[in-house]
C-alpha cells in the first residue's frame, strides 16, 4: 500500500505538535476539509497519548489512501511496561469513536497495540 506519510516518532509529549503540524499537512495536501482535518490531528494525538499511557515508548504514525478518504494507522512499538487502562484511556477511545470511521484496534495479549481509522473525503 502507498503511503502519503509514514513517521516513526518517540512517544514523548513535546513531540505531538510535530505529529499533529505533519498530520495537518498531510489533511491538506490531500484536500481534506478544515473540520476532517482538525477532527484528524484530535484523533492521532489521542491515539498517540493513549499508546504513551500504556507503556510503549515509540510509535509508527502512517497516513495511506483509502477508499472515500485517508486511513491514519498508530502502531505502538518497545513497550517498556503495561499499564492498566485509565479513565483517560476511556476518554480518548470516546473520541476516536465519535470523530473518526471505521476506528479498528489490534490487541496482543489484550493490550491496544494498533489503532486504525479512516478519515474524511479526499478531493
Same mark, same amino acid.
Do not use: N, W
Given at each position: ?26 489533511? &491538506? ?28 515508548? &515509540?510509535?509508527?504514525? &502512517? ?61
Amino acid at each position: 500500500m502507498k503511503e502519503y506519510l509514514c513517521l516513526q516518532v518517540p512517544l514523548r509529549r513535546e513531540m505531538m505538535t510535530a505529529v499533529r503540524l505533519a498530520a495537518g499537512g498531510v489533511c &491538506s495536501a490531500v484536500g481534506m476539509s478544515y473540520d476532517d482535518g482538525e477532527d484528524c490531528k484530535v484523533c492521532v494525538t489521542e491515539s498517540l497519548l493513549l499508546l504513551l499511557r500504556r507503556g510503549f515508548s &515509540s510509535a509508527r504514525v &502512517s497516513f495511506a489512501p483509502a477508499e472515500g478518504g485517508m486511513r491514519v494507522c498508530v502502531t505502538g512499538e518497545a513497550c517498556e511496561e503495561r499499564k492498566p487502562f485509565s479513565d483517560e484511556d476511556e476518554i480518548a477511545l470516546a473520541l476516536l469513536h465519535a470523530l473518526a470511521r471505521e476506528v479498528t484496534m489490534d490487541k496482543a495479549e489484550g493490550e491496544v497495540g494498533e489503532i486504525a481509522f479512516l478519515f474524511g473525503q479526499t478531493a
